[in-house]
Structures are given as structure tokens and as C-alpha cells.
């Protein structure tokens, strides 16, 4: 009965997450002659001269971090950060939001100005015609949709909840997420599901991918009892790459 009830929940979950669209629009431009370079929740997005524009981002909040390329990687500009990707100039929290496009400028002293405007229709054509607006390489899509909503998050819930075994509560969420995305607080509140340390860094591994807001990813660490399950999760994120 319960494994019926199980493929049931699953079904509605997944049916469920196929039904959302989101439409956001995030453009920044720098009025520098320097090139920058972006990363949004620590994954690169392709350099693209001063202005680099991206679709269809999950909405919510997102970290994004600005560089400006330099000549010499080893000098500092005041109490700006420089490392092997340039001068960082920007580094913040944005929440992108549905329906919106949001407008991040940097000036040509660096400093990093952020607008937001509903999307307008009447510039689509402009949009779709700029191959540089509508480039495969340039968008930023995790191919995951809103997260996953409270009831459907304790459906998921009480279905690991029933199964007394940590491999068959691995299995079932390793059934669940790749066609759902989670949050942080999600992805936490199921790690403490695991009786072992070791299959909640499995866990935890694996549903990264599918985690929206991944800069607050950091919050998963307190379901760990040992520093090294920290580390070994925090080295991971470091080399992911999508």
C-alpha cells in the first residue's frame, strides 16, 4: 500500500512541475571599455564584451558577482577584491522576479547600479533579433521550475518519511528532484530525514543541482555533525559545474 501510495505522490509531483513557466529578464552592461565577467550562483556565464544578457532565469534570489578583467591580476584598486578573475566590482544578492527584467549597469568608475521594469512585450522582436540577447551559451536555465510548493514539499516529505531504510529514501528522492526544484530550506529539512552522515552528504550533493537559491546552500551545513561532511560538501560546490 504504501509503495502505491508512494508512485501516486511521485506522479503528482512531477505532473505538477511540468505546468510552470517562468519568464524573467536580467541584462548588464558596463560602460567601461574593460571587459567583465559574471558569475550567478558561482557558475560563469559567458564573457561577452560590456554586455551580457540572460533569459529566463529561476526566479528568486540569486548571488551574482561582477569582475572587471585588469592587467595585472596581482594589483589591488582600494579595498577591492582581485583574484585570478579580474577586479570584483559587484557582489550581491538580486531577487529576480517573474515577469521582470531586471537592468544591472556599471559605470565607468565601477560603481554598479540595478533597475527593475516589467517585461514589455513591444521590445520582443528587438530581444529575439540581437543574437547576442538570444544565445544558447548565454542563457542561464537550470531547465528547473518554481519550487517546489508546501503541500507538494510535504507530500514529498511524508513519503521518505515512511520508508525506514536510507538507500530507499535516497532512490526516491534521487526519483524526484531531477524534474522539481527545491530550496535550500527544502533541501535541509530533508537532509535531517537521513540517519547516517554520510548518505546526507550524498544527499546533499546531489540535490545542489536542483536547488534554486544555491547561494544560501551554505545553511545545509547545519545538519552535519562532523567539520569534515562540511568540508566535503563545501569542496564539492566549489568544483561544480553544471
Do not use: C
Not at 511521485?10 to 571599455?33: D, E, G, K, P, Y
Not at 546552500?217 to 559545474?241: C, M, P, Q, W
Request: hydrophobic fraction near 35%; proline fraction near 2%; aromatic fraction near 12%.
Amino acid at each position: 500500500m504504501n509503495r502505491i501510495f508512494t508512485l501516486v505522490t511521485l506522479l503528482v509531483i512531477s505532473t505538477s512541475a511540468l505546468a510552470w513557466n517562468h519568464n524573467t529578464r536580467v541584462s548588464i552592461s558596463s560602460m567601461s571599455n574593460a571587459p567583465i565577467r559574471v558569475f550567478i550562483d558561482g557558475q560563469r556565464i559567458r564573457d561577452h564584451e560590456q554586455n551580457i544578457r540572460i533569459s529566463d532565469l529561476t526566479p528568486g534570489y540569486h548571488r551574482i558577482q561582477i569582475y572587471r578583467a585588469v592587467a595585472n591580476q596581482r594589483r589591488r584598486f582600494g579595498n577591492q577584491q582581485q583574484n585570478q578573475q579580474g577586479q570584483l566590482i559587484y557582489n550581491g544578492t538580486v531577487n529576480i522576479r517573474n515577469g521582470m527584467h531586471t537592468d544591472i549597469i556599471i559605470n565607468r568608475f565601477g560603481r554598479v547600479f540595478t533597475d527593475e521594469q516589467p517585461i514589455d512585450d513591444r521590445f520582443d522582436d528587438d530581444w529575439n533579433r540581437d543574437d547576442r540577447w538570444n544565445n544558447n551559451d548565454n542563457r542561464y536555465d537550470y531547465n528547473r521550475g518554481q519550487t517546489m510548493s508546501n503541500d507538494r514539499f510535504q507530500q514529498l516529505k511524508q513519503a521518505v518519511e515512511r520508508e525506514h531504510f536510507d538507500d530507499n529514501k535516497l532512490d526516491l528522492l534521487k526519483s524526484v528532484l531531477p524534474n522539481n526544484s527545491v530550496s535550500t530550506a527544502q533541501v535541509r529539512e530533508l537532509a535531517q530525514l537521513f540517519s547516517f552522515e554520510q548518505n546526507k552528504l550524498e544527499f546533499a550533493k546531489f540535490a545542489y543541482k536542483f536547488t534554486a537559491d544555491r547561494g544560501n546552500y551554505f545553511l545545509v551545513n547545519d545538519v552535519f555533525h562532523f567539520g569534515t561532511s562540511k568540508t566535503e560538501l563545501t569542496r564539492y560546490i566549489a568544483g561544480y559545474r553544471d
